[in-house]
């Protein structure tokens, strides 16, 4: 499927140089941030305090978030899970302050905020258990919100976590490279592997300069940005194959230009609904895809950059040429093997 078809060639390698200059500048302004600034982790990385709590009716994010910022926390993490009347608020951690003490700050000031006053409830479980939590109460004796649950996590755990994002960052890594280097060629494993990690530092980069919370639904968007890339460079080396069959007598640049312009329609169609998607998420998502979305967004915008122009220069500057994807055709002895 085409919306259109361009009939003469992009020269994109004439100008290959000049866009990895570029792309040279944007990786190094990236690593400069992530070395200066760092990464703004968020609880699951730097440990904290996570309470769950439930409300009657479906419960109001905004408002929550509005009260936590009158307590001193900047872009509190408020996500609602299992049902719309559960809540789970993430905490950093508080110097000087237990996480019973956190705990208990904040969920009295989520009881103000609904009128009511904290009060010890008795429970009884679907088992038949008696347990006692902390709820709120208004008025005229209703719950306006129960506290089910508070956790503690460490810094070790959050560091636990950290160490395993990036070992499946290095895993995805290097899955990617095996996988392109038995598919096509050593020169564009390494080329797309180059284009992957220029997205990935970028991405990181962005995090760094505006110190957005990287959390681990953050660390999930990087990781299908390793895919999504990976599957646009793939698209391009195998157009660039099919030329190098059907076009005999054309260079290297030629064949390469050819295979981008050729995809162009596919990667307009492609990244263009992938892109609205991720928009709806950006904008009606609210604050719990908010970043995830923002790091799709620049993931697609950079990926196909990358695929164009990082990675088909690189493979180019790499010298790859026809014998390396298509055997040589031996030309047939006169004799036919025959000996005099």
Known sequence: MEFFRIKKDIPFM???LIFNVISALTFVAAVFFLATKGLHLSVEFKGGTVMEVKYPKAANLDAIRHTLETLGYEQPEVTSFDTARDAMIRLPITPGASSSDTSQK??????KAENGSTKQLDKV??????LTKIGCVDAAGNESVML??????GPQVGGELAQNGLNALVMVIVGVMIYLAIRFEWKYAVAAIVANLHDVVIILGFFAFFQWEFSLTVLAAVLAVLGYSVNESVVIFDRIRENFRKQRKATVHEVID????????RTIITHGCTQMMVLSMLFLGGPTLHFFAIALTIGICFGIYSSVFVAAAVAMWLGVKREDLIKPIKE????DGAVV
Not at 125 to 130: A, I, L, N, Q
Not at 148 to 153: A, D, G, N, R
Not at 258 to 265: E, G, K
Not at 332 to 335: P, R
């Open 258 to 265: 050819n295979a981008i312009t050729s995809t162009i329609s």
């Open 106 to 111: 904040v969920f009295q000031a989520l009881c």
């Open 148 to 153: 089910q649950k508070v956790e503690f996590i």
């Open 14 to 16: 004439r100008h290959a």
């Open 125 to 130: 479980t679907d088992k038949g258990e008696h």
């Open 332 to 335: 047939k002895d006169e004799t």
